[in-house]
């Protein structure tokens, strides 16, 4: 009899404190998974991310990151490297054509203000994400091709392309985030779309992601954002990963590195006739 009312004691007892013990355990448990999170977050964050604008459609070199190095045709939706674009046209017959139609398509390039606005909006009703994020930048401004500015109508150009994988929209979108451009100030969301702008291979924010962990003395991590930075092409990044070397955040190796990294990119970009375009007009410089 006492040994029963013992085992029920001690049973009652370890039932009141089971709650205590999965309290416990979830604890250590929730710990464990959070850093998990993080080391598979970091995992995709620091890995080599694809060229945000792949190849060239027409010569199938890369694509360099420099702004003026190409151009959007809102005609067919085709991203054109400048060396392409100031190339002379030839028909079937091998006579030199019209330079005022897009090089891909042989569409007309539109003459007029509303004339970009509509063929803008058709490829946004074709689910087109640089047409998309181009609109929000038309009304992110006032006047930009003849449409009053509309934070709203930005906002949700850019949330519509950054869902679409526009790595351009993710950026502005952190930006926004970030500075309390036409939103709430949200750090946390700030962060969210410029590490997803980064991981899709966007420069900007791969370098301002380096900017903030170097504020924040978390050099190692600075510097593995500003290697990255610098295999894409960003000649800024290249001279961080310097500054860094100099200032004994950074070994001879990790520079010696980034500058062989950015080489490989110049020579992936590099060609007789996007140096033809360039030599023509600074409008058309890629490096």
């Known amino acids: 009899m006492v040994n029963s009312v013992i085992l029920i004691y001690k049973i009652y007892i370890l039932i009141r404190r089971r709650p205590l013990i999965y309290d416990e355990h979830r604890h250590k448990h929730k710990k464990a998974c959070d850093r998990r999170v993080a080391e598979l977050h970091d995992k995709k964050l620091f890995e080599e991310p694809p060229s945000e604008y792949g190849d060239c459609p027409i010569c199938f070199l890369r694509m360099p990151i420099l702004s003026t190095g190409s151009e959007y045709y809102v005609c067919c939706g085709k991203v054109i490297c400048s060396g392409c674009i100031h190339a002379p046209l030839y028909d079937n017959q091998g006579n030199k054509v019209d330079n005022k139609k897009c090089p891909f398509c042989r569409t007309p390039t539109p003459t007029s203000y509303e004339e970009i606005v509509k063929r ?13 994020y181009n609109l929000g930048n038309y009304y992110q401004e006032e006047g930009t091709y003849g449409l009053t500015q509309d934070y709203n109508k930005a906002l949700e150009h850019w949330h519509r392309a950054a869902e679409l994988g526009n790595t351009a929209a993710h950026a502005n979108l952190g930006y926004c985030y970030n500075n309390g451009e036409g939103v709430d100030i949200d750090k946390k969301k700030a962060h969210y779309h410029n590490d997803l702008a980064a991981m899709g291979g966007n420069v900007g924010a791969r370098y301002n992601l380096g ?5 924040a003395g978390n050099y190692d991590r600075a510097l593995k954002h500003y290697m990255i930075a610098a295999s894409i092409g960003l000649s800024e990044s290249l001279d961080a990963v310097k500054d860094f070397y100099s200032n004994g955040h950074a070994t001879k190796e990790d520079y010696t590195n980034a500058l062989r990294l950015y080489q490989e990119y110049l020579g992936e970009i590099k060609s007789k006739q996007r140096d033809e375009a360039a030599a023509f007009h600074e409008g058309y410089r890629y490096y």
């Open 211 to 215: 900017n903030h962990e170097a504020r």
């Open 120 to 132: 803008t909006m058709k490829r946004v009703e074709a689910n087109d994400a640089r047409a998309m």
